[in-house]
C-alpha cells in the first residue's frame, strides 16, 4: 500500500479510536490511544520508518502527508488531554461524597491489646477473684532464685530441661527461665499467709512453631498452715474453668519438677473437639497447660520457712500458650512478630 494509502486508513482508524476513547471519557484511555499511534511501536511511527523505503521523487509528498497525519493525530490528543482533565474532575464529583464532619468512630482509632495482654487481664482477674495478689520481680536474676533456691543444685541433670542464657561476663547472672524465681522472691520478703500470682516474661533457647526464646509465664503459689493437695486441685479447676469454659474437664497427671513434691501437670480437655481427639490435641483429647505440685521443704528451707509448721502449693503455665488456644493461632511466633495486620484483629476491650 503506497504511504498515503497508509495515512488515509490511519487517519480512518484513528477517528474509529477517538470516538471510543471519547465515549469511555476515561483519562486513562488517552495515554493509551497516544501510545497507540505515537508510541515506539504506534501506528505513526511505523509509518514514519517506513519513508525510508521511498525513492527520492516520492519522498515529499509521501513526507508531507505523514507529517499533516502526524500533526492532526498530535493535536487531537492534546485536545483528549485537556478534556481528559474535566473527566478526572467529573469522576471524583460522582463519587459518595466524604463528610468531613462525620465524627470519627472510637473503635477505628483506639487500636486492641496485644491477645497476650488480653489472655493475662483475664487471668489476672480470675486469680484477683480467688483472692490472689499480684507479684513482680527480675527478668535477669541470679542462679540462687532461677534454680539452687528452687531445690535445682548446680549439675543437677533438672538443668537440662531448661535451656538457659547466661549473662556474659558473669558466673551467676542468667535470663530466668521460669517465673518460679518469684517464689523465692516473695517468700524472702514477707511472711505467710502468702497467696500470689506473677506474671511475666521468660527465656530459654527455643525456637520453633511452638517455641521461643522469649514468652510469658503465669506463676501462682499458696503457703500457709494446713495447705493440701485439694485446695491445689480446686484452685487448678477453678481457674482453668473460668478460662475455658464450665462444660470442659481437667485433669492432674503425675509428673516431676525438683521444686514441687508431688508434682504434676494439668491439662483441659481440647474446646475444639470436646476431648474425642484431634489434631489440636493431638488426639489425645487433652490440652497441656502446665505445671504443679506441693512445695517442697528443701524450698521452704532455701528461704527459712519452717517446713513443719507451713504448706504450701505451686502451679506455672505459659500465657502465650493459653493465647494461642483462645484465638486458634497456628504459630506461636506470630505473636512476637509485631506484625500489625495480625494484632489489629483482637478484642479491643479486654473485660
Ligand atoms: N516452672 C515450671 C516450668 O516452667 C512450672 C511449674 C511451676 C511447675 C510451679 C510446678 C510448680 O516448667
Redesign the pocket.
Known sequence: MSILNQCESIKVDFTNDQKKVEQAAVSSAVEQLRLNYLGRKGKLTALMDELRNVSKEERPVAGKAVNVLRQFIEGEIQNLVTQAKSWELKAILDRAPIDVTLPVSDAAHSGSLHPVTLVRHQLNKVFKQLGFTIYDGPEIDTDFFNFSALNIPDHHPARD??DTFYVEGSDNLLLR????NI?IHAMLNEKPPLRIIAPGR?FRCDSDMTHTPMFH?I?G?VVDEGITFAHLKGTIDAFLKAIFGSTLATRLRPSF?P??EP?AEFDVQCGMCKGQGCRTCKNTGWIEI????MIHPNVFEAVGYDSSLYSGF????GIDRIAMNRFALPDLRQLFEGDYKFLGNFPIFSH
Do not use: I, K, L, P
Not at 527461665?177 to 518460679?180: D, I
Open positions: 530441661m531448661q527461665t521460669q517465673t518460679s517464689q521468660v509465664q506463676e503459689f519438677f521444686f514441687v508434682g502446665g505445671g504443679c505440685g505451686a502451679f506455672g503455665f
